[in-house]
């Protein structure tokens, strides 16, 4: 970097936390207060270090499996869903479940339903083993097949070429996505879409605003854990547009000052499930080392919200209630 060029951070908007993350990690909090500690979580609530770390803090133990959760205790099923399967494990344990899956990969689970209803053969795209495919698989695992990116298309084998739909997970990267829809289209010219777009629109405007930022990006910082999809995509949509590197870092002091060696430029963003404290702590750090001309990119404005889980609601509308008898 020359020493007159200009050391600026280009932070991205809208980054972190979408209305579902949001939704499961409050209805843990609200979990905790209302019920007591423990409350058993099935897996990470959302896959983040810092937000487990800091609900276990509070007093959540987090489980790979339901067996796990000891008969008659409260468990909250993640915002990545779960299969039938697990609901039936859970009643089986007598456990009193909260079911924090984000209503966006709902919805993926009810078109996978009513199409196997139809006899269609569901072709998935996703990444396999990852937990909202195996909570989506497990809706219909007789009628699904997993896609697993555009070279495996070849390998697909349906029992009817005129009855095929595709669904995906939410947390892909879009153009990805297309890539591998337009070479199933191509073995299979009759191929329905789902009625709408499954890819989160989270996912999307995060990945639309770092396209943006990417050309003019030494280095861009996505804050985000390993095991994020939606944080490892956009890594690869950074570099795909023209940041000259990109990393993934779950807190500041992951950032290696070599990083910044030739750089006036960095991106900053985050995924789907990282608190906006760990995006601060970045800025922080980049600003300690001249980085402090903060510029934020923003392509949309973000306003969804969803309610807290069915169980909660009620629950918490019953305690309202009795207060206000006692008053």
């Known amino acids: ?24 990690v409050i209805a843990v909090e609200k979990a905790l207060e209302q019920y007591g500690a423990p409350i058993y979580v099935r897996k990470q609530i959302v896959h983040n270090k810092y937000v487990v770390q800091t ?4 007093g959540a133990i987090f489980v790979d499996e339901t067996e796990e959760v000891p008969e008659g205790s409260i468990v ?12 039936d494990e859970a009643q089986r344990g007598r456990l009193a479940t909260i079911d924090a899956t984000c209503p966006l990969v709902t919805k993926v689970h009810k078109e996978a339903v009513r199409f196997a209803d ?8 996703g990444h396999e083993g990852h937990e909202e495919v195996v909570g989506t698989m497990g809706e219909a ?8 990116g555009p070279e495996d298309v070849a390998a697909v084998q349906v029992r009817d070429e005129s009855k095929v739909v595709w669904l ?7 153009d990805e996505t297309m890539a591998t829809v337009g070479r199933l289209q ?21 990945q639309v605003v770092v396209k943006q930022i990417a050309p003019e990006t030494d280095l861009l910082i996505v804050v985000g854990s390993g095991n994020s999809s939606n944080s490892v995509r956009l890594v690869e949509v950074g570099l795909e547009y023209g940041a ?63 309610s807290l889980p069915k169980e909660l609601r009620r629950d918490l509308r019953a305690e309202a209630a009795g207060k206000v008898d006692q008053a």
């Open 1 to 24: 970097m020359s020493a007159t060029a200009q050391r600026r951070v280009l932070l991205a908007a809208p980054r972190g936390y979408c209305a579902g993350v949001d939704r499961a």
């Open 55 to 58: 609900l276990e803090k509070k």
């Open 118 to 125: 139809e006899d269609y053969d569901i072709l998935l795209i």
């Open 76 to 87: 909250v099923f993640s915002a990545h869903g779960v299969a039938p399967a697990v609901h």
């Open 168 to 174: 995906s997970q939410t947390t892909l990267s879009v």
């Open 244 to 306: 000259r590197a990109a990393h993934l870092v779950d807190f500041a002091d992951e950032i290696d000052e070599s990083w910044l060696d030739g750089v006036a430029t960095v991106g900053v963003t985050s995924g789907a499930s990282v608190p906006e404290v760990l995006v601060q702590g970045v800025l922080e750090w980049l600003a300690a080392r001249g980085y402090d001309d903060v510029q934020t990119v923003r392509s949309v404005e973000e306003h969804l919200q969803f």
């Open 186 to 206: 191509e073995r299979f010219p009759a191929l329905v879409s789902p009625p709408s777009d499954d890819i989160c629109y989270a996912t999307q405007n995060r």
């Open 141 to 148: 695992p007789e009628r699904i097949h997993l896609v697993d």
